[in-house]
C-alpha cells in the first residue's frame, strides 16, 4: 500500500511540474532605459510642429545618434508607456492588447521609464525571433488606459510609437538573463497620428513598417 501511495503521488507530482512547464511563460525587460545597453528618451510635442513625427537617439543617448527634437523629454505618471509583443511585425501592430504599462520618471530621468522584467502571457519560455513595439501616449488624467483609446480619439491625443523590433535572444525560462528591449531609440510624440496608425486602430490590422528617422 505503501509503494501504491508512493508511486501516486510521484505520479501526480512529475504531471504537475509538466503541466506547469507548458503553461510557463516566457519572459523579457523592456524599457527605454537599461544600464549599459539604452537610453532613448521621449520626447513630447514640438511647439512649433505638434504633427511632425521624428525619432532617433540624440547626441546624449545610448547608442549616441544626431537626432534633435523642439519638445521636452515626457515626465511624470501622465503619461503611459506600453510594451507589444507579436510572431511578425504585422502581427504587433495589429495588436491592442499591451503586455504591460509603465509611467514616466521626472527630474533628470525625464522621459524615461524604469526598466522591468515581465513575461510575455501568450509565448513559452525559449520561443525565438519575438517581435516587440514601444507605443506611448498621454493619458488623459489616467482616463486614457490602451491603444484602442487612443486610436478612437480620432488623433486628439499625443502619441508615438517606436519601430517594430526583434529580440535578438529567445524569450527566457525566468527573470535571470532575459532579452531586453536595447533596439528602442527616442522619437517625439505628435498630435495627429500618421494615417497608417489611424487605420491601425480602426481596421485592427497593418503592414507598413515605421522607418527610423537618423
Given at each position: 500500500?505503501?509503494?501504491?501511495?508512493?508511486?501516486?503521488l510521484?505520479?501526480?507530482?512529475l504531471g504537475?511540474a509538466a503541466?506547469s512547464s507548458?503553461?510557463?511563460?516566457?519572459h523579457?525587460q523592456?524599457?527605454n532605459?537599461?544600464?549599459?545597453?539604452v537610453?532613448?528618451?521621449i520626447?513630447?510635442l514640438d511647439p512649433?510642429h505638434?504633427?511632425q513625427?521624428?525619432?532617433?537617439?540624440?547626441?546624449?543617448?545610448?547608442?549616441?545618434?544626431t537626432?534633435?527634437?523642439?519638445g521636452v523629454?515626457?515626465?511624470?505618471?501622465?503619461?503611459t508607456?506600453?510594451i507589444?509583443?507579436?510572431d511578425?511585425?504585422a502581427?504587433?501592430m495589429?495588436?491592442?492588447?499591451h503586455v504591460?504599462?509603465?509611467?514616466?520618471?521626472?527630474?533628470p530621468?525625464?522621459?524615461?521609464?524604469?526598466?522591468q522584467v515581465t513575461?510575455d502571457?501568450?509565448r513559452p519560455?525559449?520561443?525565438?525571433?519575438?517581435?516587440?513595439?514601444l507605443?506611448v501616449?498621454d493619458?488623459?488624467?489616467?482616463?486614457?488606459?490602451c491603444?484602442a483609446?487612443?486610436m478612437a480619439?480620432?488623433?486628439s491625443?499625443?502619441c508615438?510609437?517606436?519601430?517594430?523590433?526583434v529580440?535578438?535572444t529567445?524569450?527566457?525560462?525566468?527573470p535571470?538573463?532575459?532579452?531586453?528591449t536595447?533596439?528602442?531609440r527616442?522619437?517625439?510624440?505628435?498630435?495627429?497620428?500618421?494615417?497608417?496608425?489611424v487605420?491601425?486602430g480602426?481596421l485592427?490590422?497593418?503592414?507598413l513598417?515605421?522607418?527610423?528617422?537618423?
Amino acid at each position: 500500500m505503501k509503494t501504491t501511495t508512493a508511486t501516486a503521488l510521484a505520479i501526480l507530482l512529475l504531471g504537475s511540474a509538466a503541466a506547469s512547464s507548458l503553461s510557463a511563460q516566457g519572459h523579457f525587460q523592456w524599457g527605454n532605459s537599461i544600464s549599459r545597453i539604452v537610453r532613448a528618451p521621449i520626447y513630447g510635442l514640438d511647439p512649433m510642429h505638434p504633427t511632425q513625427s521624428r525619432s532617433g537617439n540624440t547626441a546624449a543617448g545610448m547608442p549616441a545618434g544626431t537626432q534633435t527634437y523642439g519638445g521636452v523629454p515626457i515626465e511624470g505618471p501622465g503619461y503611459t508607456a506600453a510594451i507589444y509583443t507579436g510572431d511578425t511585425a504585422a502581427q504587433v501592430m495589429a495588436s491592442i492588447t499591451h503586455v504591460q504599462l509603465d509611467t514616466f520618471r521626472s527630474g533628470p530621468n525625464a522621459g524615461l521609464t524604469t526598466s522591468q522584467v515581465t513575461s510575455d502571457p501568450n509565448r513559452p519560455p525559449g520561443t525565438a525571433n519575438v517581435h516587440y513595439q514601444l507605443r506611448v501616449w498621454d493619458n488623459q488624467g489616467g482616463t486614457i488606459t490602451c491603444w484602442a483609446q487612443v486610436m478612437a480619439a480620432g488623433g486628439s491625443i499625443p502619441c508615438g510609437v517606436s519601430d517594430v523590433l526583434v529580440f535578438s535572444t529567445p524569450l527566457s525560462v525566468g527573470p535571470l538573463g532575459p532579452p531586453n528591449t536595447g533596439g528602442i531609440r527616442s522619437f517625439q510624440l505628435t498630435a495627429v497620428p500618421e494615417p497608417s496608425l489611424v487605420a491601425l486602430g480602426v481596421l485592427g490590422f497593418g503592414t507598413l513598417f515605421f522607418r527610423r528617422r537618423k
